[in-house]
């Protein structure tokens, strides 16, 4: 029974949100005024959504109550201590203040991009091509006089429900679903008072609960969560797009189709809306019409659902879906390349000498990756442990359960590389400190999640089961 309330509370949390995400985000392009009233009706969609929804009941061994008990306490805490520091003062980090706090501040006055905040290039607004959910989340509460900075303990929240529930619908028992929660609650990126942190004001924080709602909605097979998560991953931040592409990417690789149908046309919406959104406030120059970018978004899905429909009646293998998606790679740069303003690099002077140089970067690129998120102790144990558990893994000769989060998790590594490989070489030791951080926040929520839903032990044998002395 509590299983079934707290996957409805999530869907709830999350209609909600990507609600106010889609139809605010529809309204500010269509140059209109966000009404007030978006935000209890979405608040009532979400309620209503998460009433009508038949979550399954996890199996495996029920929760220990004492346990349960300490579980809540220590979750609510941290909520709690969260809470404060999102309330007490406002953002505190350049990004916070600057790039979030500022949006915020000016559609809680105004919920509108029809004024100079927006549309005067003389006005500062820093990062004008960051997506808006969150400033219209805050904003919206503020209009209701509601303090909207309690989005990011709320967020938190969402995020370790999210892992508890992955490590349930695997069929894990419950204490042992529990302990996989706590460890990850404490995580110490999460609760630093840092810059990145849940109540920096960042907009990071936000997006590791999304992808990590994203990834149990695609880890249980609950189609609306992976639905909405993904619509939020795309919404909060421009990672969000690339993230949520390859997502579809694992997902196509392991020829799932229902869940590679949510995840597809999710993607191609809110991809469409940010784009326009984009494109309408000229963040890369010259705009492009909505329906232009929507019609190639869709034909973009069209193909990926096509071409996974036809492997599928044909029963071809793993390795069709890897050349077909080896084959998309150059277009997906060329497109990339294309909405970034023609170019992916930002240093001008590339040469054959320099490319040679970008080259010899992976492998310290590589070693910075490992060194952040294995040895450095803001991360803690999110990014030991999943390695712990692959040797675990492989050891026993056990399956690994949700391999399309796994593969998920491979090709974020690569994209995490790209910001430096591109960036002006002589930058790269500023560069690198500042954020691969950042980069590897946004996938701690998915790193516990897959871990912990990892049986650590091979399963029984079919003959061994039900047997006895004499009936064996």
Same mark, same amino acid.
């Given at each position: 029974?509590?299983?079934?309330?707290?996957?409805?509370?999530?869907? +709830?949390?999350? @209609?909600?949100?990507a609600?106010?995400g889609?139809?605010?985000?529809?309204?500010?392009?269509?140059? /209109?005024?966000?009404?007030?009233?978006?935000?209890?009706?979405?608040?009532?969609?979400?309620?209503a959504?998460?009433?009508?929804h !038949?979550?399954?009941?996890?199996?495996?061994?029920?929760?220990?109550? $004492?346990?349960?008990?300490i +579980?809540?306490?220590?979750?609510?805490?941290?909520a =709690?201590?969260?809470?404060?520091?999102?309330?007490?003062?406002?953002?505190?980090?350049?990004?916070?203040?600057?790039?979030?706090?500022?949006?915020?501040?000016?559609?809680?006055?105004?919920?509108? #991009?029809?004024?100079?905040?927006?549309?005067?290039p003389? @006005?500062?607004?820093q990062?004008?091509?960051?997506?808006?959910?969150?400033?219209?989340?805050?904003?919206l509460?503020?209009r $209701?006089?509601?303090?909207? !900075?309690?989005?990011?303990?709320a967020?938190?929240?969402?995020?370790?429900a999210?892992?508890?529930?992955?490590?349930?619908?695997?069929?894990?028992?419950?204490?042992?679903?529990?302990?996989?929660?706590?460890?990850?609650?404490?995580?110490?990126? $999460?609760?630093?008072?840092?810059?990145?942190?849940?109540?920096s004001?960042?907009?990071?924080a936000?997006?590791?609960?999304?992808?990590?709602a994203a990834?149990?909605?695609a880890?249980?097979?609950?189609?609306?969560? #992976?639905?909405?998560?993904?619509?939020?991953t795309?919404?909060?931040?421009?990672?969000?797009?690339?993230?949520?592409?390859?997502? @579809?990417?694992?997902?196509?690789?392991?020829?799932?189709?229902?869940?590679?149908?949510?995840a597809?046309?999710?993607?191609?919406?809110?991809?469409?809306?940010?784009?326009?959104?984009?494109?309408? #406030?000229?963040?890369?120059?010259?705009?492009?019409?909505?329906?232009v970018?929507?019609l190639g978004?869709?034909? =973009?899905?069209?193909?990926?659902?096509?071409?996974?429909?036809?492997?599928?009646? !044909?029963?071809a293998?793993?390795r069709?879906?890897?050349?077909?998606?080896l084959?998309?790679?150059?277009?997906a740069?060329?497109?990339?390349?294309a909405?970034? /303003?023609?170019? *992916?690099?930002?240093?001008?002077?590339?040469?054959?000498?320099?490319?040679?140089?970008?080259?010899?970067?992976?492998?310290?690129?590589g070693?910075?990756?490992? !060194?952040?998120?294995?040895?450095?102790?803001?991360?803690?144990?999110?990014?030991v @442990?999943?390695?712990?558990?692959?040797?675990?893994?492989w050891?026993?000769?056990?399956?690994?359960?949700?391999? +399309?989060?796994?593969?998920?998790?491979?090709?974020?590594?690569?994209? $995490?590389?790209?910001p430096?490989?591109? =960036?002006?070489?002589e930058?790269?030791?500023?560069?690198?400190?500042s954020?691969?951080?950042?980069? *590897?926040?946004?996938g701690t929520?998915?790193?516990?999640?897959w871990?912990?839903?990892?049986?650590?032990?091979?399963?029984?044998?079919e003959?061994?089961?039900?047997a006895?002395?004499?009936?064996?």
């Open positions: 029974m509590t299983g079934i309330v707290l996957q409805r509370l999530v869907l +709830a949390a999350l @209609v909600a949100a609600g106010i889609v139809v605010g985000s529809a309204w500010l392009l269509a140059h /209109g005024t966000v009404p007030d009233a978006l935000l209890p009706l979405a608040i009532l969609g979400g309620l959504a998460a009433a009508r !038949r979550p399954p009941a996890w199996p495996g061994e029920p929760t220990p109550r $004492w346990l349960a008990g +579980a809540v306490a220590v979750v609510l805490g941290a =709690a201590l969260i809470a404060y520091g999102a309330l007490a003062t406002p953002s505190r980090h350049w990004d916070g203040a600057v790039a979030w706090d500022l949006k915020a501040h000016v559609l809680a006055a105004n919920p509108t #991009l029809q004024q100079p905040f927006f549309r005067d003389a @006005v500062y607004c990062s004008r091509d960051y997506p808006l959910l969150q400033p219209l989340l805050l904003g509460c503020e $209701w006089h509601l303090p909207g !900075r309690l989005l990011f303990p967020a938190y929240l969402l995020l370790i999210s892992i508890h529930g992955a490590a349930r619908s695997a069929g894990i028992a419950g204490r042992r679903a529990v302990l996989w929660a706590l460890a990850a609650a404490v995580t110490p990126v $999460w609760l630093s008072p840092s810059a990145g942190s849940f109540d004001g960042y907009g990071d936000a997006l590791t609960a999304w992808l990590a990834g149990f909605g880890a249980a097979g609950n189609v609306p969560v #992976l639905a909405c998560g993904l619509l939020l795309v919404l909060q931040k421009p990672e969000g797009l690339p993230y949520a592409g390859l997502l @579809v990417a694992a997902l196509w690789l392991h020829g799932d189709a229902r869940r590679l149908r949510a597809t046309l999710a993607t191609a919406g809110a991809g469409t809306l940010v784009l326009a959104l984009q494109s309408d #406030l000229q963040t890369f120059g010259r705009p492009s019409p909505w329906p970018l929507a978004a869709f034909a =973009a899905a069209a193909v990926v659902l096509g071409g996974d429909a036809w492997l599928r009646r !044909r029963g293998n793993g069709w879906r890897a050349l077909g998606l084959a998309a790679l150059p277009v740069i060329a497109v990339a390349a909405v970034s /303003g023609g170019s *992916l690099a930002t240093d001008p002077t590339v040469d054959g000498a320099t490319s040679l140089q970008r080259l010899a970067l992976v492998p310290r690129i070693h910075a990756m490992f !060194r952040w998120g294995v040895g450095h102790g803001s991360f803690g144990l999110a990014f @442990v999943p390695l712990a558990v692959v040797v675990v893994l050891r026993t000769r056990t399956p690994v359960r949700s391999p +399309a989060l796994g593969t998920w998790l491979l090709l974020l590594l690569p994209l $995490w590389c790209m430096f490989l591109f =960036a002006p070489v930058d790269l030791a500023e560069h690198v400190p954020r691969l951080p950042r980069l *590897l926040l946004h929520g998915i790193a516990w999640l871990a912990a839903q990892q049986p650590l032990s091979p399963p029984a044998p003959s061994a089961l039900g006895s002395p004499r009936n064996p």
